[in-house]
């Protein structure tokens, strides 16, 4: 994908001979008001003297174009909604997100776009920044002819400025862009089709994303390493399937420093497809199954934008691979399997693979010595029915302590995250009559909260925390703000954050 060149800009907004001018707008008491003097003033009085009968009223995801006059050098005006204003009269950064890539995604096929949004701080430059090269993503790669440039995002954006280009903004800006290309290779990894995403094809894809970066280590266990190191999970689940497993281990160490003062694990589902297995799932939706591997693909980005950043922690993602097919060797319901860790697991329903594979990649971080760990994954259906399609799940250990990092670092990132409990009734019902274990209760209620009890159960005492993204890693309504349809990266913002939190 053709990645938009951003650049800023502290010219008057009016002069920029662009394709487009993106001005915010904002809903106050008196109706619609156009923000800042980015426009000459009695055009801004205009677009606001007509706003009710254009029916526009500045709320988030409201974006409009017009001819823009003889008065600014662009051809098109862009207004986009920020909602209202803060008490203290700014705009969150989130908002300031949104309306940036609502706006830019409007303005896919254009060339030059400037987008003059309020930008007070660095936080608010780089938040306006990530908005656009969010909305700036389109996933062509299997279009042919003329339709991939009508989709394709703008090719440059002037972020215009009073921030100008000082070194603080400049620096804000290229962290916002780290983060963006993460969160966009993480969407293209998501979209990738299943026939040509599959374990092997995936550690490869890894391999490349990590060739350049720096500090930067991938291994590769393939099907007959994973059989001889017991990896009862990953073996156990990739076994209905002719596309065989891998277990990725993507590790960053700071340049420099001789002994890093932490070292985090991040464990991440990627089940490249996932039809239940025999436990098969209902034919309809099932295609949207290819995105059972996001959590794959965001701790693979992670791990490399905190390279990219250099941030002062190591880092190891593991990437839990493998295709849930119901082929002639598929585990059957009422298999038992060992795991990594020695712990036997009973095959209740074998559409619960994730939490199979996932154990095995947590075991691998306890004995390589993680001192916390991280997992994210899509993991339940019933994640969906608690949270809804846009707010993820966030369980752990240790008194919630990793699991309250993680919501506050979303929240910091603009991710909308929501901490939930484990509760100590759902423990008995993962007991088995023959096994440690057995993956998936006859049980109807609290199952995202169950699929996290089962995965306590192998991070032995090492703080920890469980991210449910089953419904807000794909989306597969009408894009809004800065998300696409499909996959949206949802994760990647929310962990750069907390590893550099740390
Ligand atoms: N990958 C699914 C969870 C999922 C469902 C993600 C829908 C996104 C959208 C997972 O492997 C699964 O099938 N979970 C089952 C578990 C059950 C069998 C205990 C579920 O949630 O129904
Ligand atoms: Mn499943
Ligand atoms: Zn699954």
Redesign the pocket.
Known sequence: MRVTDVSLSAKNPATLAVDALVIGTCTTSDGLAVIGDQLPTELARHFESVAPTLGLTGAPDEVRAFPAGPDVKADVIVLTGLGEREPDNTFTPESLRRGAGAAIRSLAGSKAVAVALPSADETELAAIAEGVLLGAYAYTAYLTGDAPAKKAPPVTVDIVTTLGRSSKAKTAVDRAAIIAAAVNATRDLVNTPPNVLYPASFADAAKAAARDVKGVKVTVLDDKQLLAGGYGGLVGVGQGSTRPPRLVKVTYKPVGAAKPERSIALVGKG?TF?T?GISIKPSAGMA??TM?MAGAAVVLHTVLAAARLGVNVAVTAYLCLAENMPGGGAARPGDVITMRNGTTVEIT?T????RLVMADGLADAVTDGADTIIDIA?????Q?LSLGLRTSGVMGNDGGAVRDAIVTAADTAGETMWAMPLQPELAPLLKSDFADLLN?PNERWA?MSIAGTFLREFVAKTPWAHIDI??PAFNEKAPYGYTPKCGTGVGVRTLVTYLESL
């Not at 559409?351 to 994730?354: F, I, S, V, W």
């Not at 899509?378 to 019933?382: H, I, K, N, Q, R």
Request: aromatic share 0%; hydrophobic share 45%; net charge negative.
């Open positions: 089940i996932d239940g949207a199954m059972d329903n559409d619960a693979e994730g899509t993991l339940t259906g019933a969906m998936a199952g089953a419904g």
